[in-house]
Structure formats: structure tokens, C-alpha cells
């Protein structure tokens, strides 16, 4: 039932995107998502403690709200990143990015096999931290909507 419901969740969150980047842009979005997702994530840890225990639909609900918040936030960037590279450079800067992000994947669930053996709370705290933390440097990243892809590095350094 929750590969069902994570699975579900990311159709809303996709069709939001449409609507949200063009009215809002890519910057503020890629940041309301990477903070909806670290809020959610950490919100997981409600389950460790005695409050959450015996209440499965606590951690359901935050789960599915980092799960909306990443799936948001994964769908503004492969949009946004290749706006980002002038054009003799889009195609290998895209790879490079891509290729980070294969490894992160890669990584993730080893990384947290070995984390919950040290607490179990530090997985969706160290990633949701991540994720908050990772909003951050979006905010001086240049604004893209409405704006010609550029060609050359010199236009991006006008932004």
C-alpha cells in the first residue's frame, strides 16, 4: 500500500510543476519543493518517538510529504538545469549532472543501512537536512523563465 501511495503522489506533484514554474518560475519552486521535502523528511522521526508509535498514518503522511516535495523538486530541475549551460556546453554539463546524480542514487540506500545502525533517527535527518540545505544555493542561481537559452558562456556571466 505505500509503493502505491508514493506512487501516486508524484502524479500531483508533476502536474503541479506545469502550473507552478510558469507562473512562479524555476528558482523559487526548485526552493518551496527542496524545503517541503526536508520538512517532510524529517517530520519521519514523529514515528521514533512515543507519540508516533502506533500511529502508522503519521509517518505515512510525512513520507508522502517528502516524496511530493522531492518529486516536485526533481521534476523543476531536469527542467531548469539544462537552462542553466550555454549551448556548446549543455550537453556535457547535463552528462556531468546526471552522472552525480546516478552516483548519489547508488549511494542513498547504503548510506542509510549504515546510518540507522548508528540511530535510527539520522537517515531522514541528515537527507532532510540535506535537502533544506541544499535550497539554499538555488536562491543566486539566475532566473530562467522568459529568457533565450544561452549560447555562450559571456551571456550567462550577464545574468
Same mark, same amino acid.
Given at each position: 500500500?505505500?509503493?502505491?501511495?508514493?506512487?501516486?503522489?508524484?502524479?500531483?506533484?508533476?502536474?503541479? *510543476?506545469?502550473?507552478?514554474?510558469?507562473?512562479? %518560475?524555476?528558482? #523559487?519552486?526548485? +526552493?518551496?519543493?527542496? &524545503?517541503?521535502?526536508?520538512? =517532510?523528511?524529517?517530520?519521519?522521526? *514523529?514515528?521514533?518517538?512515543?507519540?508516533?508509535? %502506533?500511529?502508522? #498514518?503519521?509517518? +505515512?503522511?510525512?513520507? &508522502?510529504?517528502?516524496?511530493? =516535495?522531492?518529486?516536485?523538486?526533481?521534476?523543476?530541475?531536469?527542467?531548469?538545469?539544462?537552462?542553466?549551460?550555454?549551448?556548446?556546453?549543455?550537453?556535457?554539463?547535463?552528462?556531468?549532472?546526471?552522472?552525480?546524480?546516478?552516483?548519489?542514487?547508488?549511494?542513498?540506500?547504503?548510506?542509510?543501512?549504515?546510518?540507522v545502525k548508528?540511530?535510527?533517527?539520522?537517515?531522514?535527518?541528515?537527507?532532510?537536512?540535506?535537502?533544506?540545505l541544499m535550497?539554499?544555493?538555488?536562491?543566486?542561481?539566475?532566473?530562467?523563465?522568459?529568457?533565450?537559452?544561452?549560447?555562450?558562456?559571456?551571456?550567462i556571466e550577464?545574468?
Amino acid at each position: 500500500m505505500n509503493t502505491f501511495l508514493m506512487s501516486i503522489v508524484e502524479l500531483p506533484a508533476y502536474l503541479g *510543476v506545469v502550473f507552478i514554474v510558469h507562473r512562479y %518560475g524555476r528558482r #523559487w519552486p526548485i +526552493v518551496g519543493f527542496q &524545503l517541503l521535502a526536508g520538512a =517532510g523528511l524529517i517530520a519521519c522521526v *514523529v514515528e521514533l518517538t512515543d507519540y508516533g508509535r %502506533g500511529h502508522n #498514518w503519521i509517518n +505515512v503522511a510525512t513520507a &508522502l510529504t517528502g516524496k511530493f =516535495g522531492i518529486s516536485g523538486s526533481y521534476a523543476v530541475i531536469n527542467l531548469y538545469g539544462p537552462e542553466l549551460f550555454p549551448t556548446k556546453m549543455r550537453s556535457t554539463g547535463v552528462a556531468i549532472c546526471r552522472v552525480s546524480e546516478i552516483i548519489g542514487q547508488i549511494l542513498v540506500p547504503y548510506s542509510s543501512f549504515y546510518l540507522v545502525k548508528i540511530a535510527a533517527w539520522l537517515p531522514p535527518v541528515l537527507f532532510g537536512g540535506l535537502a533544506i540545505l541544499m535550497s539554499i544555493p538555488v536562491v543566486i542561481l539566475p532566473e530562467t523563465r522568459g529568457r533565450p537559452l544561452p549560447e555562450t558562456v559571456e551571456e550567462i556571466e550577464k545574468w
